[in-house]
């Protein structure tokens, strides 16, 4: 019996660590919601306003992202400290985020 491919989980984990490398490119400022759908979107063209949301939630229990959910019903994000150190290679990366192995 082959194992089953949890397409879902990845695409979970691949878009929660484009989140990161976004936000990691957008420092110091920090970037609204709609430039890291467009990045997400670049990889998933379906993905959704919905998802991306969940996912940033996701960072944001983690304490790898600073949420500010606007009361205009925008949300703002950036990273935490941990988060930068975790898109630069500088702390070991839990489950649940598709980062890729160092190779350099």
């Known amino acids: ?31 609204f919601e709609g430039p890291v759908l467009s990045v997400a979107q670049s990889e998933y063209p379906d993905a959704t306003p ?14 790898l992202v600073r949420l500010d959910k606007q009361p ?15 898109a630069e290679y500088t702390i070991a990366c839990e489950p649940g985020i598709a980062r890729p192995a160092r190779y350099w």
């Open 1 to 31: 019996m082959s194992p089953t491919i949890d397409t879902a989980r990845i695409r979970r984990e691949n878009l929660r660590w484009l989140i990161i490398l976004t936000l990691n490119n957008a420092r110091p400022i920090g970037a």
């Open 50 to 63: 919905l998802e991306l949301r969940r996912e940033m939630d996701y960072l944001h229990g983690r304490e």
């Open 72 to 86: 205009c019903g925008r949300w703002f994000a950036e990273l935490t400290r941990i988060g930068v150190d975790l």
